[in-house]
């Protein structure tokens, strides 16, 4: 999975850089279960509309992409296991020269989206959001009346459940009526605080990729809710950013994943930092269990001693899958990391492959 993610992040950013002189680039998205026999007479209806562009050099253009977007489509024969996209059109920058490309695409997960779109760039959104990180987030927004429990998947972000706390507004008393309704209050927020805890335990509790909680809402309330709202120590554990927001529902779900970006980009850098910070006092501590170098890590996967599996991100996409490649058949555990962190600058400056041993090594 970890190299399906690399390959698809470097044909993402190669389709990225492409730009086409006119509306002329076309990209198909087919997605898992529909068929390629239909997409294919769409793209046959197409190329009729197509014929009817005044340009001569886009017209001639569009037509080609679509008839090489049609034949590759044929190819392909049946719709793969998570769909497939399609993109083809001329590239070239320089005007009368042609530089007619296709690209197909088996995505990692299921496509959900059907698409065909001409246009002056390739539109790749839907693929950009399967390169988002499959870690998942709780989110909680808590005020004095209600509550909204959410959770971020990727840059997908779905409310599960709004509950009401039933405490009723304000009411101008004085004497034994102000502090009996100051009981009353704190009475149903404390009743409020264990329904919302317990909710979280049911959304959360046994869901394996959650990563961390995020807890939104007007001082003091959310405070007082981590303090007194009886969540579990597990999930109290994963609390990992608490911001002041003053809407609930999918507003405030937004805004408190939108206060919260520097934390959520702090984790991946971190996740990349424990391998590293692990090769690092490795080969310090017991350089027999650690291997670094194109010879000495290619040496090592063959004769199936390597555990973990180091790939710099600036090393070729030929080098990574080769590596990448040789650890599938040993089932080692792939990591890539960037130059994002000192540690990150320090393993490329040592060739940005490396492992961590099963075992000592002399």
């Not at 937004?254 to 702090?266: H, I, R, T, W, Y």
């Not at 040496?299 to 090393?315: D, M």
């Not at 990391?337 to 393993?347: C, K, L, R």
Request: aromatic letters at 6%; proline letters at 3%; glycine letters at 10%.
């Amino acid at each position: 999975m970890a190299m399906e993610k690399y390959e698809l992040e470097e044909t993402v950013k190669e389709l990225e850089g492409y730009r086409g002189r006119h509306t002329e680039l076309i990209s198909v998205y087919v997605p898992a279960g529909f068929s390629l026999i239909n997409v294919g007479k769409q793209i046959e209806d197409e190329k009729g509309t197509a014929s009817n562009i005044k340009s001569t050099s886009t017209r001639k253009n569009v037509i080609n992409a679509l008839e090489k977007a049609g034949r590759q489509l044929k190819l392909i024969g049946r719709t793969p296991e998570n769909g497939v996209a399609v993109f083809s059109g001329n590239i070239s920058d320089v005007e009368g020269k042609e530089d007619l490309r296709v690209w197909t695409i088996e995505p990692p997960k299921p496509l959900k989206v059907r698409m065909y779109r001409c246009d002056q760039t390739f539109i790749l959104d839907p693929l950009k959001e399967m390169l988002e990180t499959d870690e998942v987030y709780g989110l909680l927004l808590i005020e004095r009346k209600e509550a909204s429990i959410g959770i971020l998947e990727g840059k997908s972000i779905r409310i599960l459940q709004d509950m009401t706390s039933g405490i009723p507004s304000k009411v101008r008393a004085g004497g034994q009526s102000a502090a009996r309704f100051g009981r009353i209050s704190e009475g149903l927020a404390k009743e409020f605080f264990r329904r919302v805890a317990e909710a979280m335990k049911k959304h959360f509790f046994e869901n394996k990729k959650l990563k961390g909680i995020l807890v939104g809402g007007p001082i003091p309330t959310k405070d007082e809710f981590l303090e007194q709202g009886q969540l579990v120590t597990a999930l109290k554990d994963k609390v990992i950013a608490v911001r002041d927001i003053g809407d609930t529902g999918m507003p405030g779900l937004k805004n408190l994943v939108e206060a919260s970006q520097d934390v959520l980009a702090e984790q991946e850098v971190t996740k990349q930092k424990k391998i590293l910070d692990e090769f690092f006092t490795m080969l310090a501590k017991i350089p027999e269990k650690v291997a670094y170098g194109e010879a000495e890590v290619e040496q090592r996967l063959i004769e199936g001693s390597v555990g973990k599996l180091i790939l710099s991100r600036t090393l070729s996409k030929e080098k990574s899958k080769y590596f990448h490649d040789l650890a599938n058949k040993t089932s080692v555990e792939v990591h890539f990391v960037t130059q994002e962190t000192t540690e990150g600058v320090q393993f490329d400056n040592i060739g940005g492959i490396g492992g961590i041993l099963r075992f000592a090594v002399a």
